[in-house]
């Protein structure tokens, strides 16, 4: 068989394996473990960033269920922001349980006069079968004046003919596959799905992390004349970059671009981000004791996949960060109250001078 078809039952059975979730380690994760101090920071490095508390947004109610399954959520994190016209638009991961599956993937706005207001959520939720086990982590961008949404979409493995096709040796699965997908907009409202962005072939059934490098207003930055998005889980177990000229239509290859010899082990890159001629990757890593942590790694735009340096401490800002009054900025829901769906901001310490966006290459 092919993937497990998307059902009313399948997703009503995942629903309910959802609601049993528990995890202490995740449950625990804080901004500060990753984003407060960082000892001998050099000029390059982005943050620290500390919680704005005037900038907090809160999830009331449910949402209406498209489904119809009865889906709730208790969590909300994972998010990501761009800001058009003075507003600031957010997307962001809602589940049943903090960071469990059968997510969905929900919209808000922020105005100067309102504050903000949730969105006509959710925005993306599951209709394809790829999408069974949920939709988790947006990744919002912007080129040429259309909006890019991509996001993963997760599904079981037990039993499809993907499973047999494409052996994952250099990366083991477990029992669900990890698809990105690509929805776009004209108005960050109105969203159309265009499914997989990333080939069985290359994900080998597991992708995540659409890192593609931004200006501090969100825009995707060509480098080398293309666009680059840099994959960092799955992949069989291979460093693979992709390349776009119009964010839609992707050609991936494998590229290594990131040495962790000092720290430990890459768990996952969260942004990328171009701050005058660096690039910095921004990633999660597990120490030499295994522990969680952060880092931040710097490129030069001519030459982007040669490592130039690196730092621990970074911003884990899944959703990418932008820059707003001088001040690099992202949200995060981790550090919400046990019960409480809320997001914060956090934003760099100190207003740094706006960097210059650089030219097409």
């Known amino acids: 068989m092919t993937m497990h078809p998307l059902t009313t039952q399948a997703l009503r059975d995942g629903y309910q394996r959802a609601l049993q979730l528990t995890n202490a380690t995740t449950d625990a994760l804080s901004v500060d473990d990753f984003s407060a101090d960082w000892p001998d920071r050099p000029a390059w490095a982005i943050g620290p960033f500390r919680k704005d508390p005037h900038m907090t947004f809160r999830l009331d109610g449910q949402w209406?269920?498209?489904?119809?399954?009865?889906?709730?959520?208790?969590?909300?994190?994972?998010?990501?922001?761009?800001?058009r016209d003075g507003s600031l638009h957010l997307f962001y991961r809602a589940s049943p349980k903090k960071e469990s599956l059968e997510s969905r993937i929900g919209s808000a706005v922020w105005t100067p006069e309102d504050g903000w207001r949730d969105g006509d959520n959710p925005v993306v939720y599951p209709t394809l079968d790829n999408e069974l086990l949920g939709v988790e982590d947006p990744k919002v961008y912007s080129a040429n004046g259309r909006y890019f949404l991509f996001y993963n979409g997760i599904w079981p493995l037990p039993g499809t003919a993907e499973q047999a096709a494409f052996p994952s040796h250099g990366w083991p699965l477990g029992d669900v596959g990890c698809d990105i997908n690509l929805a776009v907009s004209d108005d960050l409202v109105h969203w159309e799905k265009r499914g997989r962005v990333v080939p069985h072939e290359v994900s080998h059934l597991w992708a995540k992390g659409a890192v593609i490098p931004t200006d501090g207003t969100g825009e995707a930055v060509r480098i080398g004349g293309k666009y680059v998005m840099f994959l960092s889980e799955g992949c069989d177990g291979k460093a693979v970059v992709g390349r776009s000229d119009d964010l839609e239509h992707w050609e991936f290859g494998e590229q290594p671009y990131l040495d962790l010899t000092a720290l430990?082990?890459?768990?996952?890159?969260?942004?990328?981000?171009?701050?005058?001629?660096?690039?910095?990757?921004?990633?999660?890593?597990?120490?030499?004791?295994?522990?969680?942590?952060?880092?931040q790694a710097r490129y030069a735009l001519t030459d982007p996949f040669t490592q130039?340096?690196?730092?621990?401490?970074?911003?884990?800002?899944?959703?990418?960060?932008?820059?707003?009054?001088?001040?690099?900025?992202?949200?995060?829901?981790?550090?919400?109250?046990?019960?409480?769906?809320?997001?914060?901001?956090?934003?760099?310490?100190?207003?740094?001078?706006?960097?210059?966006?650089?030219?097409?290459?």
């Not at 171009?274 to 921004?282: A, H, Q, R, S, T």
């Open 264 to 295: 430990g082990s890459l768990h996952e890159v969260a942004c990328a981000v171009v701050d005058g001629d660096n690039l910095v990757l921004d990633f999660f890593y597990g120490d030499e004791a295994g522990a969680f942590a952060a880092a």
């Open 308 to 361: 130039l340096d690196i730092h621990r401490g970074g911003s884990l800002a899944w959703g990418g960060l932008i820059r707003r009054d001088g001040r690099w900025t992202f949200a995060q829901g981790w550090d919400a109250p046990p019960g409480e769906r809320e997001l914060s901001l956090y934003r760099s310490d100190a207003p740094s001078a706006p960097s210059t966006s650089p030219e097409t290459r």
């Open 64 to 83: 209406p269920d498209p489904t119809g399954i009865g889906w709730t959520s208790s969590s909300i994190f994972n998010p990501s922001m761009i800001e």
